[in-house]
């Protein structure tokens, strides 16, 4: 999502959330090594990279980018914003392709979550109404998945614009979608948001699946989610704060145990409703520097809007290899930065 000035109280710590009400601290696990650059007891930054801010490809301005992912050839695909799907060289993050995406009607979309395939095909979530459609390699739409009534903008539902479909992920096995959205609907406790899944069907259809509420912390939002291999999930959470900065958090988050929420119409404290647990595995302002620089205040200058996440490998050591990217609005103040993580999970 495009950035907006978000006024965060900060909470820190926040931990396996069991129900709508019961939050309790995390145990942390021993620290990596100090030559890992360590952000937290589970999390190192490798490195980061600007290569690719304020440039151009084919004439297309490369930055926006709201998702990663990896694609079967091992290549990394990389999402804007605002309607183009860029295929990068992996190691060097040098454009290889841009493919332009359109809705039905030839549109652009406000694009925001990716998955590849098991066929390659490109599953792009859109917030305007929001979307999830399938589009072939060239940005032929293929199909179309359904999205529940509630989750459409008002005043087909409660959604507010802008603040619907920002992470996608597909869990292991392939048999199950997932779609975060960043900002409560209308109805539900403020700091309640709903993620909803799919069942995979004959034909590589979706139909649609269970819902789960997570509660994120004060003053922030959901821009990306990501499966790890065992089931969970990797979430991102961000804020910005005029004059202070952005506020980015990754946590690891465990849906099996969650309240199947798509039959309950306003989330507001319900008793034996439980949220998906989650535990706090870095907030990136901890993470050393490394020599970044930032072009507006940060609490960090290593931060900015961060917002696409996807899982690259795991080193020797066993670690998830995480890669994020911020999205930079086309705005000089901001920059297109890549930030390559090992997670311990």
């Not at 900060?10 to 309790?24: N, P, S, W």
């Not at 601290?25 to 490195?47: E, F, I, K, N, Q």
């Amino acid at each position: 999502m495009r950035l907006r000035h978000v006024i965060a109280t900060v909470t820190a710590g926040l931990a396996a959330a069991t129900t709508l009400t019961a939050a309790g601290p995390a145990v942390a696990r021993p620290a990596d090594s100090p030559a890992d650059h360590a952000c937290s007891s589970t999390v190192s930054l490798s490195r980061f990279s600007d290569a690719l801010d304020k440039t151009t490809y084919d004439g297309t301005f490369v930055g926006n980018f709201s998702a990663l992912a990896v694609d079967r050839d091992g290549s990394l695909a990389a999402l804007e914003d605002r309607s183009s799907l860029f295929d990068l060289d992996a190691k060097t993050l040098a454009p290889r392709s841009a493919v332009h995406l359109a809705d039905e009607k030839g549109a652009d979309l406000d694009s925001e979550g990716l998955v590849i395939d098991r066929d390659g095909t490109r599953l792009v979530t859109s917030e305007v109404e929001p979307s999830i459609r399938r589009y072939s390699r060239d940005g032929e739409i293929l199909d179309r998945l359904p999205v529940p009534s509630s989750l459409l903008v008002a005043p087909a539902g409660r959604a507010t614009p802008n603040q619907t479909f920002e992470g996608l992920t597909l869990l292991p096995g392939g048999h199950t979608l997932l779609a975060s959205m960043e900002d409560p609907i209308a109805g539900d406790a403020a700091g309640l948001v709903r993620f909803q899944t799919w069942t995979r069907t004959e034909g590589d259809h979706f139909r649609l699946a269970a819902q789960y509420a997570y509660r994120v912390d004060t003053g922030l939002g959901v821009p990306e989610v990501q499966a790890t291999p065992d089931g969970r999930l990797l979430v991102l959470e961000r804020g910005f704060t005029a004059g202070v900065g952005n506020t980015v958090r990754l946590y690891l988050a465990d849906p099996r145990h969650a309240t199947d929420t798509s039959g309950i119409e306003n989330l507001t404290g319900q008793p034996g409703v439980r949220v998906i647990g989650k535990t706090l595995l870095a907030d990136i302002a901890a993470c050393p520097s490394l020599g970044a620089t930032a072009k507006q205040p940060q609490p960090n200058p290593l931060l900015d809007n961060i917002e696409g996440m996807t899982l690259t490998g795991r080193d020797h050591t066993g670690r998830l290899k995480v890669l994020l990217v911020s999205d930079d609005n086309q705005n000089p103040v901001q920059t297109t930065r890549f930030y390559y993580l090992r997670v311990r999970v």
